[in-house]
């Protein structure tokens, strides 16, 4: 790329704000232009803004500490400094919708991390291996905003990113009831220990929203386009429990599996390893080489040995054995603010930047 896209990171001084800042350093394609938070942080530099709440372990940028944060609600005045715009605030739903709709008017398209949009019917929800395909429905949501580049497209919850890799390629086994229970980060919630030091030691079996995100985003993501929006796909029943447990970083989910066809364990495993999508097709700057990994030893995936596989955005897999009531279990483990958000969200931009969706105004 002749000159890099001018990017603009909305809640840039939130836990998966810090996270774009950070993927975002010496990006080939994009740099960072512009970073926008609540009023509290408007105004201030990006440093200031942050103080001691910067959660990543490598040093804040030095290309981004004295940006002067704006104003996220300052639409016209964001978008007037940026081609695109990755969106990780924490408002209402009803004011994420509203204001990513307000980006994507003022020909701003949006990435987005958050949940708001992920149901709207003309805005793809896409994890770039699994659907790219869903980018197609960008002509029918422009139509309905009327505008020529705005759009907004959305990755999904970070929960799904654990099992829903490995069903996709076993598709053609045809899973048709999954039972799946997730062992999810703190920094999930946006919290660290040290914010949210009760969490030590400690497990606690709900997570607001989460079971419902989970057992209904992997119907989405493998779902058609019709007559304009996005169609879920019927099938298979996916049932969940989730549950927050104390670790920093890194999703875990134990899931049960029956197929229609039988297969073999053996080629359930060749059918991981092998799978490949469009990211890696196109060496898109922020794709794994190698999108999902099987570990062999019975005591992996281990979050501390194997959340990072890929620079955290592979997914790892093992324990994949037969079962006495359904056909196969395993073990998936991800991680939850590289590919189940920022990174995600990175890719998708890659992706819709190499199909021309975004270009620079
Ligand atoms: N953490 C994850 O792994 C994860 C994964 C998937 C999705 N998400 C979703 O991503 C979003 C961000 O999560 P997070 O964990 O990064 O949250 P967070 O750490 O609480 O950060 C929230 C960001 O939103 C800004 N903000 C808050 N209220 C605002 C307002 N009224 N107007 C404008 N900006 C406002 C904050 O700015 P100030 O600093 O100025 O307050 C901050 O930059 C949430 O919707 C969350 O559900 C998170």
């Known amino acids: 790329m002749e000159k890099k896209l001018k990017v603009g ?26 970073v926008a938070a609540s009023p509290r942080s408007s105004g201030k530099t990006y440093e200031e803004a942050v103080g001691d709440r910067w959660k990543m372990t490598s040093p804040m940028p030095e290309s981004v500490k004295k940006l002067v944060v704006m104003n996220v609600n300052e639409v016209e005045a964001v978008a007037a400094s940026v081609d695109f715009v990755f969106s990780a605030v924490d408002m209402t739903k009803d004011e994420i919708k509203a204001i990513e709709e307000a980006y994507a008017k003022t020909e701003t398209p949006v990435v987005s991390n958050n949940s708001a949009h992920r149901w709207t019917p003309d805005v793809p929800m896409v994890v770039p291996e699994i659907n790219p395909e869903h980018f197609e429905v960008i002509p029918f949501q422009r139509k309905r905003l009327g505008t020529k580049r705005g759009f ?11 099992y829903a890799p490995a069903l996709t390629a076993w598709k053609e086994f045809e899973p048709y009831e999954v039972v799946a229970t997730t062992y999810q980060a703190i920094s999930g919630a946006g919290k660290t220990f ?9 497990i606690i079996p ?11 985003e992997p119907l989405r993501l493998w779902g ?8 879920k796909a019927k099938s298979p029943v996916i049932i969940c429990q989730c549950i927050r447990v104390p670790v920093l970083n890194g999703h875990t989910a134990a899931a049960f599996v029956k197929f229609r066809k039988k297969v073999e364990k053996e080629t359930l495993i060749r059918k991981l390893v092998e799978y490949k999508g469009a990211p890696q097709e196109l060496r898109l700057p922020s794709a794994p080489k190698q999108f999902i990994q099987y570990l062999e030893e019975d005591n992996r995936p281990q979050v501390t040995a194997d959340v990072d596989f890929e620079h955290g955005m592979g997914i790892s897999i093992g324990r994949l054995r037969e079962d006495t009531v359904y056909d196969y279990k395993f073990v998936g483990l991800s991680h939850n603010t590289v590919r189940g958000a920022a990174g995600g969200a990175v890719l998708c931009a890659e992706l819709l930047t190499a199909k021309g969706y975004i270009q620079a105004k």
């Open 9 to 34: 990171i909305l809640g840039a001084t939130g836990m998966v704000g810090q996270r774009f800042i950070s993927l975002l350093e010496n990006h080939p394609w994009y740099e960072v232009a512009t």
């Open 152 to 162: 907004i497209a959305v990755k999904p919850n970070c929960s799904i990113q654990s």
């Open 194 to 202: 040290k914010d949210w030091p009760e969490m030590e030691g400690n």
């Open 206 to 216: 709900y997570i607001g929203g989460e079971e419902e995100k989970s057992e209904q």
């Open 224 to 231: 058609t386009i019709e007559g304009g929006v996005i169609v």
